[in-house]
């Protein structure tokens, strides 16, 4: 492609944590967390980036962030807001950083299903539950549920997260912290997927993280992104199969056809995936937002 990914941000001398997608610098009170364009898949950062997709991810938090009435880390989407080191490329960190509050992190996932799908329909094949919670016989995978559910999962540094019951969340976090992470997952999801669904949108489940600053619970991390979250076209919505998804469908199709292993280093991505999958994030942010992205 003719836009350059970014697969790896630099601030010299700053304490870095990187993840798969994010590079968090730490400056004491605050963090600035900067959405890289770096792509995984099957448990692999893929070697091409997808030209920006952290811009696309940073923008679509931001506006939940202003949407959602629950308290954020949210400071500023200028990075200048923390002291950058001297000779920093502020270019390539427009656009796709945040300057946070730095919380204590609540050591699980917050996830909500509208809809069986992903791991909850593995699980409710074997069990006909979704982490411990009893469903109705006979469900189809994408079948909307009678309510959204709360099914927690473990924080894994690699491989999958692991999906616990409730039980064993209130057993990590406290039983009065799981029982309002799980009140405000199912609040936030709720407003999130009425107005997703206006924008023809279906928010299938997503993920949350929280953490406490200062003994106040808010949400942290990137929040109802095509990462995070399942997005499926509201048109297209035909249950009893797998949905058509804003998200690494196209990454996912291709390494498929590869013949990788998903044991060894994973191939570079051919122009056409990643121009494909740029489309995909950038048409769901449009969708939600109603604006158009531009970036210079």
């Given at each position: 492609?003719s836009?350059?990914?970014?697969?790896?941000?630099?601030?010299?001398?700053?304490p870095?944590?990187?993840?798969?997608v994010?590079?968090?610098?730490?400056f004491?009170?605050?963090?600035?967390?900067?959405?890289?364009?770096?792509?995984?898949?099957?448990?692999?950062?893929?070697?091409?980036?997808?030209?920006?997709?952290?811009?696309?991810?940073?923008?679509?938090?931001?506006?939940?962030?202003?949407?959602?009435?629950?308290?954020?880390?949210?400071?500023?989407?200028n990075?200048?807001?923390?002291?950058?080191?001297?000779?920093?490329?502020?270019?390539?960190?427009?656009?796709?950083?945040?300057?946070?509050?730095?919380?204590?992190?609540?050591?699980?996932?917050?996830?909500?299903?509208?809809?069986?799908?992903?791991?909850?329909?593995?699980?409710?094949?074997?069990?006909?539950?979704?982490?411990?919670?009893?469903?109705?016989?006979?469900?189809?995978?994408?079948?909307?549920?009678?309510?959204?559910?709360?099914?927690?999962?473990?924080?894994?540094?690699?491989?999958?997260?692991?999906?616990?019951?409730?039980?064993?969340?209130?057993?990590?976090?406290?039983?009065?912290?799981?029982?309002?992470l799980?009140?405000?997952?199912?609040?936030?999801?709720?407003?999130?997927?009425?107005?997703?669904?206006?924008?023809?949108?279906?928010?299938?489940?997503t993920?949350?993280?929280?953490?406490?600053?200062?003994?106040?619970?808010?949400?942290?991390?990137?929040?109802?992104?095509?990462d995070?979250?399942?997005?499926?076209?509201?048109?297209?919505?035909?249950?009893?199969?797998s949905?058509p998804?804003?998200d690494?469908?196209?990454?996912?199709?291709?390494?498929?056809?590869?013949?990788?292993?998903?044991?060894?280093?994973?191939?570079?991505?051919?122009?056409e995936?990643?121009?494909?999958?740029?489309?995909?994030?950038?048409?769901?942010?449009?969708?939600?937002?109603?604006?158009?992205?531009?970036?210079?």
């Amino acid at each position: 492609m003719s836009r350059n990914a970014l697969l790896q941000s630099s601030l010299a001398g700053i304490p870095v944590r990187r993840g798969k997608v994010r590079d968090v610098y730490d400056f004491g009170e605050r963090l600035l967390i900067v959405a890289t364009d770096r792509i995984s898949a099957f448990d692999w950062v893929l070697p091409t980036g997808i030209p920006d997709k952290g811009r696309v991810l940073t923008k679509l938090s931001e506006m939940w962030f202003a949407r959602l009435a629950t308290p954020h880390h949210l400071i500023s989407m200028n990075a200048g807001e923390v002291p950058l080191p001297a000779g920093t490329d502020r270019q390539s960190l427009e656009g796709r950083s945040m300057v946070v509050r730095k919380t204590r992190v609540f050591p699980v996932e917050c996830v909500v299903r509208g809809y069986l799908s992903g791991s909850g329909w593995k699980e409710y094949q074997k069990t006909s539950s979704v982490c411990g919670i009893r469903l109705a016989p006979g469900l189809r995978e994408s079948d909307r549920l009678p309510e959204p559910i709360f099914t927690p999962a473990t924080k894994e540094e690699s491989g999958h997260d692991i999906n616990i019951p409730f039980e064993r969340m209130s057993e990590i976090v406290g039983a009065a912290a799981a029982n309002e992470l799980r009140r405000r997952s199912l609040e936030i999801y709720a407003h999130a997927a009425e107005y997703a669904r206006s924008r023809g949108i279906i928010i299938a489940d997503t993920k949350f993280e929280f953490g406490d600053y200062r003994g106040e619970i808010i949400l942290i991390d990137e929040v109802l992104t095509p990462d995070s979250s399942r997005f499926w076209p509201a048109d297209r919505y035909d249950p009893g199969r797998s949905q058509p998804s804003y998200d690494k469908q196209f990454v996912r199709d291709w390494l498929e056809t590869t013949g990788w292993d998903k044991n060894s280093q994973p191939p570079a991505l051919p122009d056409e995936v990643v121009a494909k999958t740029r489309e995909k994030y950038i048409e769901a942010f449009e969708q939600l937002s109603g604006t158009k992205f531009a970036w210079a």
